[in-house]
C-alpha cells in the first residue's frame, strides 16, 4: 500500500495540478468517452497508457481474458454487460474496442485448462471463448495456438456484442462502430482486425 500512496502523492503534486481544470470540466459537464474498451483484466495492458488517452476519453471495462458474454436479460449478475448498457445507451459512445493481448492467462486456461485454485468463477467465465478454443486446437502447430485463440476470442467477443439488439441496432444504422485489436506486451504493438477477419497493424 505505501507504494500506491506514494504513487497517489506523486499524482497530487505533478499530474494533478496539470489537469485540475480537464477534472473540474468533467466534474460540472459529465462524460462523453471517446470509446468504450473492452479489456483484459492483466495488469501488464492499461488502456489508457496504450491509447495514450487523457480521463474521460476512454470508458474501460476490464475482465479475464476481454470477454463479451452473449446477450442474456436475467436476475442473474452481468458486470460486463451492465457497463456495456451503460457506455452504448446511457452514453452513447460511437465506438466499441474490443482489445486482447500476447500471453492472456485466461486465454491459456482456455486452452490448458483452468488451475483449480481459480475453479470458482474463471473456469466458467472462460468457457465464453469455446469457440476460441475450437478454432486454436484445429491448428497443426501447437506454438501458434496461444495467439490463434487470443485473436479468436476477440472475434467472439465482437459476435457476443452484435448479440446486444441495441448494439446490432446502432451498428446497422451507423451510430456505433465495432473495432477488434490486440496488443503485444513484448513489443508493444497494436494489431486491428481487418474486414477479411486477419489483424494488421494499426
Same mark, same amino acid.
Given at each position: 500500500m505505501n507504494r500506491l500512496l506514494d504513487g497517489?502523492?506523486?499524482?497530487?503534486a505533478r499530474s494533478w495540478p496539470a489537469r485540475r481544470s480537464l477534472f473540474e470540466a468533467l466534474a460540472r459537464e459529465g462524460q462523453r468517452p471517446l470509446a468504450l474498451v473492452i479489456a483484459c483484466s492483466d495488469s501488464r495492458v492499461d488502456p489508457t497508457m496504450i491509447f495514450d488517452a487523457a480521463p474521460g476519453e476512454l470508458f474501460v471495462v476490464r475482465n479475464v481474458a476481454n470477454l463479451v458474454p452473449? @446477450?442474456?436479460?436475467?436476475?442473474? @449478475?452481468h458486470g460486463t454487460s451492465a457497463a456495456i448498457e451503460f457506455a452504448v445507451r446511457a452514453l452513447a459512445?460511437?465506438?466499441?474496442?474490443?482489445?486482447?493481448?500476447?500471453?492472456?492467462?485466461?486465454?491459456?486456461?482456455?486452452?490448458?485448462?483452468?488451475?483449480?485454485?481459480v475453479g470458482d468463477f474463471v473456469a466458467s467465465w472462460i468457457t465464453i471463448?469455446?469457440?476460441?478454443?475450437?478454432?486454436?486446437?484445429?491448428?497443426?502447430?501447437?506454438?501458434?495456438?496461444?495467439?490463434?485463440?487470443?485473436?479468436?476470442?476477440v472475434q467472439v467477443s465482437l459476435d457476443n456484442l452484435r448479440s446486444f439488439p441495441w448494439i446490432a441496432e446502432r451498428v446497422?444504422?451507423?451510430?456505433?462502430?465495432?473495432?477488434?485489436?490486440?496488443?503485444?506486451?513484448?513489443s508493444g504493438l497494436l494489431r486491428l482486425l481487418g474486414p477479411d477477419g486477419g489483424?494488421?497493424?494499426?
Open positions: 497517489y502523492r506523486r499524482f497530487r452473449p @446477450y442474456a436479460p436475467d436476475a442473474e @449478475y459512445v460511437p465506438q466499441v474496442i474490443v482489445l486482447g493481448h500476447a500471453m492472456c492467462g485466461g486465454i491459456a486456461a482456455l486452452l490448458e485448462g483452468a488451475p483449480a485454485t471463448a469455446e469457440p476460441a478454443r475450437a478454432r486454436a486446437l484445429a491448428c497443426e502447430d501447437p506454438t501458434r495456438r496461444q495467439a490463434i485463440a487470443e485473436e479468436a476470442a446497422q444504422d451507423g451510430r456505433l462502430v465495432l473495432t477488434g485489436a490486440t496488443f503485444d506486451i513484448r489483424f494488421g497493424p494499426a
